[in-house]
């Protein structure tokens, strides 16, 4: 055991305080669930699969820019220049030229192509972004909840979505790799989740 390693840095304490306090207002969709959550749950999946700080930092801050009035300029202030790329990665843009709201479909597909540049901790945080975020629509479906209806698209626009990402962020690294066939382990188990059960007689 290294002794000399904190078990959680002021940097980490800093991200994960900003990120509660930036995210306060929002739930996960569908839930009372507070919003931090889910960037916990990011944060954690990449310190398991050993991903530096930096990294698991950006996990944590990876929707502030998207969601929130934080700006990229101040992740780069507070965090260094790594963090603010990956986070960067991270976020699609939402409005237009003229601040309305872009189609669902538009931004995912424009997010897509912009992560094809992506470096492997920018591809890492989108995949612990997407396991969690299909682990928490298994478990929704499990509970019985209308999940489908609380996202800005169908169910088939989304479950693409989700494996056109990992399709294409899921190589060149063991750690992308593992990320990705847990994805698919996910995507898979939903499936079965909305197969019809069978009835006998």
């Known amino acids: 055991m290294d002794g000399d390693r904190a078990l959680i840095s002021l940097d980490l304490e800093r991200a994960l ?12 969709k569908g839930s009372d669930v507070p919003y931090i959550a889910h960037v916990m749950a990011v944060a954690l ?4 699969l050993g991903f530096d700080e930096d990294v698991v930092i ?32 991270c976020s699609e843009q939402k409005t237009d030229a003229q601040g309305k709201k872009r189609p ?5 597909r424009d997010h897509l192509e912009a992560l094809v540049e992506a470096p492997v901790p920018a591809r ?20 019985g909840r209308p999940i489908w209806s609380a996202f800005n698209a169908g169910r088939d626009e989304v479950l693409w979505y989700y494996r056109t990402t990992v399709d ?12 990705a066939g847990r994805c698919r382990a996910a995507l898979a188990a939903i499936e079965e989740l909305e197969k019809p059960e069978e009835k006998i007689g």
């Open 17 to 28: 305080r900003w990120a509660a306090v930036c995210h306060r207002s929002q739930v996960r």
């Open 45 to 48: 999946i990449l310190d398991r």
């Open 58 to 89: 950006a996990g944590l801050l990876h929707d502030l820019v998207e969601d929130t009035e934080a700006t990229l300029d101040q992740v780069a202030d507070a965090f260094g220049p790594a963090v603010a790329r990956t986070v960067a990665f």
């Open 104 to 108: 669902w479909i538009d931004r995912k």
């Open 124 to 143: 890492a945080v989108v995949l612990a972004d997407k396991l969690h975020n299909l682990q928490s629509i298994a478990l929704d479906l499990r509970a």
């Open 168 to 179: 294409r962020l899921g190589t060149g690294d063991p750690r992308l790799e593992d990320l």
